[in-house]
Antibody, heavy 120, light 107 residues
């Protein structure tokens, strides 16, 4: 059974940093691209970043480019999102999701999310 | 970016009702459309992909249809566990985009 468990969220001041982690189990982690999706309070879903199974291909939404860095450690079955220069508008519940296929995917498994609050 | 517009934004219905949610893309997406169900405090659950393919384990009361820019999700007979928020997502063109959600509430 596939499990995705996010951690690392919390309260941080504007301009601060956080590192999110997503621990994966139940599938061959290195074989699948992974994605971060966020959901601002009371809002819909927003695609944030994706990384290929090998880690060689990486993508970001425009609003986080240059501030967020996605990475993965396939030996630890863990996905990361390093978030720097955080802004109030980054406040959201952050989900990791397993890509269903290569290319432009749907997402067949999601974690429960980790909450990030950016506020002074 | 492709904009996805869902309607209605919210919907009240009763157990046993048939309901339909619509998702319209700002340009054609060639059936590259997924539907998700989200319950409070949980990640979304993939229900259907490629507009009409039911995911394994999803009850057959859920169905999807559409083509081009217009797609629908239908629940043929609502069950208590179906009251949730539903999202569409296009995976035809980068960046991936989602609809704003349809909240399905008990009448």
């Amino acid at each position: 059974e596939v499990h995705l468990v996010e951690s690392g969220g919390g309260l941080v001041q504007p301009g601060g940093s956080l590192r999110l982690s997503c621990s994966a189990s139940g599938f061959i982690f290195s074989s699948f691209a992974m994605t971060w999706v966020r959901q601002a309070p009371g809002k819909g879903l927003e695609w944030v970043s994706a990384i290929s199974g090998s880690g060689n291909s990486i993508y970001y939404t425009a609003s986080v480019k240059g501030r967020f860095t996605v990475s993965r450690d396939n030996s630890k079955n863990t996905l990361y999102l390093q978030m720097n220069s955080l802004r109030a508008e980054d406040t959201a519940l952050y989900f990791c999701a397993k890509n269903k296929m290569d290319g432009l995917p749907s997402y067949e498994y999601w974690g429960q999310g980790t909450r990030v609050t950016v506020s002074s | 970016d492709i904009q996805m517009t869902q309607s209605p934004s919210s919907l009240s219905a009763s157990v046993g009702d048939r309901v339909t949610i619509t998702c319209r893309a700002s340009q054609g997406i060639s059936n590259s459309l997924a539907w998700y169900q989200q319950k409070p405090g949980r990640g979304p659950k993939l229900l259907l992909d490629t507009a009409s393919r039911l995911e394994s384990g999803v009850p057959s009361r859920f169905s999807g249809s559409g083509s081009g820019t217009d797609y629908t999700l239908t629940v043929s007979s609502l069950q208590p566990e179906d009251f949730a928020t539903y999202y569409c997502q296009q995976h035809y063109s980068a960046p991936i985009t989602f609809g704003q959600g349809t909240r399905l509430e008990i009448k």
